[in-house]
Protein backbone atom coordinates (compact mmCIF):
# COMPACT_ATOMS: atom_id res chain seq x y z
CA UNK A 1 0.00 0.00 0.00
CA UNK A 2 1.48 2.99 -0.77
CA UNK A 3 1.95 5.37 2.13
CA UNK A 4 3.45 9.34 2.45
CA UNK A 5 5.02 10.01 5.90
CA UNK A 6 5.15 13.54 7.29
CA UNK A 7 7.59 14.94 10.42
CA UNK A 8 7.22 16.30 12.61
CA UNK A 9 3.57 16.34 13.12
CA UNK A 10 3.52 19.53 15.01
CA UNK A 11 6.22 22.36 15.52
CA UNK A 12 6.28 25.45 17.37
CA UNK A 13 9.10 27.63 16.54
CA UNK A 14 9.82 31.79 17.55
CA UNK A 15 9.68 34.18 14.34
CA UNK A 16 13.16 34.30 12.76
CA UNK A 17 13.98 30.70 13.41
CA UNK A 18 14.61 28.38 10.54
CA UNK A 19 12.94 24.88 9.97
CA UNK A 20 12.93 22.02 8.39
CA UNK A 21 9.72 19.47 7.79
CA UNK A 22 10.36 15.93 6.30
CA UNK A 23 8.29 14.11 4.07
CA UNK A 24 9.08 10.28 2.95
CA UNK A 25 7.30 8.23 0.88
CA UNK A 26 6.97 4.18 -0.03
CA UNK A 27 4.79 4.27 -3.61
CA UNK A 28 5.43 2.34 -6.46
CA UNK A 29 5.91 3.98 -10.25
CA UNK A 30 6.26 7.59 -8.29
CA UNK A 31 5.99 10.44 -10.47
CA UNK A 32 6.18 13.72 -8.47
CA UNK A 33 6.02 14.98 -4.75
CA UNK A 34 3.89 18.27 -4.17
CA UNK A 35 4.09 20.42 -1.29
CA UNK A 36 0.96 22.25 0.03
CA UNK A 37 0.73 25.02 2.44
CA UNK A 38 -2.89 25.01 4.11
CA UNK A 39 -4.10 27.57 6.68
CA UNK A 40 -7.90 28.13 6.78
CA UNK A 41 -9.34 26.18 3.98
CA UNK A 42 -7.97 25.30 0.97
CA UNK A 43 -4.77 23.61 0.31
CA UNK A 44 -2.24 26.22 -1.93
CA UNK A 45 0.80 24.72 -4.05
CA UNK A 46 3.94 25.46 -2.89
CA UNK A 47 6.73 23.07 -4.70
CA UNK A 48 6.63 20.54 -7.30
CA UNK A 49 9.44 18.03 -7.50
CA UNK A 50 10.21 15.21 -9.66
CA UNK A 51 13.78 15.35 -10.10
CA UNK A 52 16.34 14.15 -7.63
CA UNK A 53 18.44 16.57 -6.13
CA UNK A 54 17.50 19.61 -7.66
CA UNK A 55 16.06 22.95 -4.94
CA UNK A 56 13.09 24.42 -5.85
CA UNK A 57 13.16 27.94 -4.12
CA UNK A 58 10.49 30.59 -3.50
CA UNK A 59 11.28 33.65 -1.36
CA UNK A 60 12.25 31.94 2.26
CA UNK A 61 10.41 28.71 1.28
CA UNK A 62 13.17 26.02 -0.50
CA UNK A 63 12.68 21.94 -1.09
CA UNK A 64 14.66 19.47 -2.88
CA UNK A 65 14.04 15.56 -3.55
CA UNK A 66 15.84 12.73 -2.82
CA UNK A 67 14.98 9.70 -4.98
CA UNK A 68 17.53 7.32 -3.71
CA UNK A 69 16.01 8.21 0.41
CA UNK A 70 12.72 8.18 -1.00
CA UNK A 71 11.74 11.44 1.05
CA UNK A 72 11.98 15.54 0.72
CA UNK A 73 12.93 18.26 2.37
CA UNK A 74 10.90 21.87 2.98
CA UNK A 75 12.79 24.59 4.26
CA UNK A 76 11.71 28.08 5.61
CA UNK A 77 14.24 30.42 6.80
CA UNK A 78 13.65 33.72 8.95
CA UNK A 79 10.16 31.70 9.70
CA UNK A 80 7.16 35.00 9.80
CA UNK A 81 3.94 34.47 12.21
CA UNK A 82 2.57 34.38 8.72
CA UNK A 83 4.35 30.92 8.28
CA UNK A 84 1.91 29.49 10.96
CA UNK A 85 -0.62 26.47 8.56
CA UNK A 86 -0.49 22.80 8.15
CA UNK A 87 1.99 22.12 5.30
CA UNK A 88 1.06 18.57 2.98
CA UNK A 89 3.11 16.32 1.20
CA UNK A 90 1.52 14.83 -1.51
CA UNK A 91 2.67 12.02 -4.27
CA UNK A 92 1.28 11.54 -7.63
CA UNK A 93 2.29 7.56 -9.10
CA UNK A 94 1.84 6.79 -12.96
CA UNK A 95 -1.03 5.38 -13.93
CA UNK A 96 -2.38 7.02 -10.82
CA UNK A 97 -5.05 9.89 -11.21
CA UNK A 98 -4.94 10.67 -7.51
CA UNK A 99 -2.53 12.27 -5.07
CA UNK A 100 -2.09 10.14 -1.63
CA UNK A 101 -1.57 12.85 1.09
CA UNK A 102 0.42 12.83 4.02
CA UNK A 103 -1.63 13.86 7.61
CA UNK A 104 0.68 17.02 7.28
CA UNK A 105 2.95 19.17 9.56
CA UNK A 106 1.33 22.14 11.70
CA UNK A 107 3.31 24.65 12.04
CA UNK A 108 3.58 27.03 14.48
CA UNK A 109 5.26 30.51 14.32
CA UNK A 110 5.26 32.40 17.76
CA UNK A 111 6.04 36.07 17.53
CA UNK B 1 -6.42 34.34 -11.04
CA UNK B 2 -8.72 30.98 -12.64
CA UNK B 3 -10.09 29.41 -9.17
CA UNK B 4 -12.32 26.47 -8.11
CA UNK B 5 -15.53 27.58 -6.51
CA UNK B 6 -17.14 25.71 -3.88
CA UNK B 7 -20.95 25.78 -2.77
CA UNK B 8 -21.90 25.52 0.00
CA UNK B 9 -19.23 26.59 2.28
CA UNK B 10 -21.03 25.35 5.35
CA UNK B 11 -23.72 22.99 5.33
CA UNK B 12 -25.47 21.13 8.12
CA UNK B 13 -27.86 18.58 7.63
CA UNK B 14 -29.66 15.58 10.08
CA UNK B 15 -28.51 11.86 9.52
CA UNK B 16 -29.90 9.90 6.77
CA UNK B 17 -30.87 12.85 4.43
CA UNK B 18 -29.51 13.57 1.19
CA UNK B 19 -26.38 15.99 0.55
CA UNK B 20 -25.08 17.39 -2.62
CA UNK B 21 -22.32 19.94 -2.44
CA UNK B 22 -20.86 21.92 -5.94
CA UNK B 23 -18.37 22.47 -8.01
CA UNK B 24 -17.20 24.62 -10.56
CA UNK B 25 -13.71 23.67 -11.84
CA UNK B 26 -11.36 25.78 -13.29
CA UNK B 27 -12.92 26.13 -17.45
CA UNK B 28 -10.14 24.38 -19.28
CA UNK B 29 -9.31 21.92 -17.08
CA UNK B 30 -10.74 18.62 -17.64
CA UNK B 31 -9.16 16.29 -14.56
CA UNK B 32 -11.96 16.74 -11.57
CA UNK B 33 -11.29 15.31 -7.93
CA UNK B 34 -13.09 15.26 -4.47
CA UNK B 35 -10.99 14.85 -1.18
CA UNK B 36 -12.56 14.75 2.26
CA UNK B 37 -10.34 16.15 5.60
CA UNK B 38 -12.09 14.89 8.59
CA UNK B 39 -11.27 17.84 11.10
CA UNK B 40 -7.73 17.20 12.36
CA UNK B 41 -7.25 14.54 10.21
CA UNK B 42 -5.17 13.62 6.74
CA UNK B 43 -6.48 14.96 3.49
CA UNK B 44 -7.85 11.73 1.81
CA UNK B 45 -9.07 11.07 -1.74
CA UNK B 46 -12.34 10.19 -2.79
CA UNK B 47 -12.71 10.08 -6.59
CA UNK B 48 -11.24 11.30 -9.88
CA UNK B 49 -13.37 12.12 -13.28
CA UNK B 50 -12.55 12.41 -16.13
CA UNK B 51 -14.44 12.33 -19.57
CA UNK B 52 -17.67 12.33 -17.77
CA UNK B 53 -16.97 9.23 -15.83
CA UNK B 54 -15.28 8.31 -12.47
CA UNK B 55 -11.18 7.64 -13.54
CA UNK B 56 -10.14 6.23 -10.10
CA UNK B 57 -12.08 5.93 -6.62
CA UNK B 58 -11.20 5.29 -2.97
CA UNK B 59 -12.57 2.89 -0.86
CA UNK B 60 -14.12 5.51 1.32
CA UNK B 61 -16.12 5.92 -2.02
CA UNK B 62 -18.93 3.38 -1.22
CA UNK B 63 -22.41 3.15 -2.80
CA UNK B 64 -23.57 6.12 -0.72
CA UNK B 65 -21.27 8.55 -2.28
CA UNK B 66 -21.83 9.50 -6.45
CA UNK B 67 -20.56 12.44 -8.53
CA UNK B 68 -21.84 13.64 -11.64
CA UNK B 69 -21.19 16.54 -14.02
CA UNK B 70 -24.61 17.47 -15.07
CA UNK B 71 -24.19 20.12 -16.91
CA UNK B 72 -20.49 21.66 -18.69
CA UNK B 73 -19.05 23.48 -15.43
CA UNK B 74 -20.45 21.84 -12.57
CA UNK B 75 -19.39 18.92 -10.52
CA UNK B 76 -21.15 17.88 -7.83
CA UNK B 77 -20.83 15.14 -5.13
CA UNK B 78 -23.89 13.80 -3.65
CA UNK B 79 -24.33 11.58 0.02
CA UNK B 80 -27.48 9.81 -0.20
CA UNK B 81 -27.51 9.16 3.48
CA UNK B 82 -25.39 11.21 5.90
CA UNK B 83 -24.25 9.40 8.39
CA UNK B 84 -22.76 11.06 11.43
CA UNK B 85 -18.84 9.90 9.96
CA UNK B 86 -19.69 11.92 7.07
CA UNK B 87 -18.90 15.54 8.92
CA UNK B 88 -15.83 16.85 7.20
CA UNK B 89 -14.20 19.15 5.03
CA UNK B 90 -15.15 18.42 1.40
CA UNK B 91 -12.67 19.51 -1.53
CA UNK B 92 -13.03 19.46 -5.09
CA UNK B 93 -9.90 20.33 -7.00
CA UNK B 94 -9.20 20.44 -11.12
CA UNK B 95 -6.40 20.36 -12.95
CA UNK B 96 -5.76 20.67 -17.09
CA UNK B 97 -4.27 17.60 -17.75
CA UNK B 98 -3.08 14.17 -15.91
CA UNK B 99 -0.11 14.19 -13.74
CA UNK B 100 1.67 17.50 -15.58
CA UNK B 101 -0.60 20.32 -13.80
CA UNK B 102 -0.84 20.54 -10.06
CA UNK B 103 -4.11 20.17 -8.69
CA UNK B 104 -5.73 23.78 -8.21
CA UNK B 105 -8.25 22.83 -4.45
CA UNK B 106 -11.53 24.94 -4.03
CA UNK B 107 -12.22 26.68 -0.77
CA UNK B 108 -13.80 23.54 0.78
CA UNK B 109 -17.94 22.62 2.14
CA UNK B 110 -17.87 22.14 5.19
CA UNK B 111 -20.61 19.37 6.19
CA UNK B 112 -21.91 18.67 9.71
CA UNK B 113 -24.16 16.16 10.11
CA UNK B 114 -25.87 15.90 13.20
Known amino acids: EDKVVQSPLSLVVHEGDTVTLNCSYE??????LLWYKQEKKAPTFLFMLTSSGIEKKSGRLSSILDKKELSSILNITATQTGDSAIYLC???????????FGAGTRLTVKP | EPEVTQTPSHQVTQMGQEVILRCVPI?????FYWYRQILGQKVEFLVSFYNNEISEKSEIFDDQFSVERPDGSNFTLKIRSTKLEDSAMYFC????????????FGAGSRLTVL
Open chain 1, 90 to 100: AVEVYNNNDMR
Open chain 2, 27 to 31: SNHLY
Open chain 1, 27 to 32: VTNFRS
Open chain 2, 93 to 104: ASRAVAGANVLT
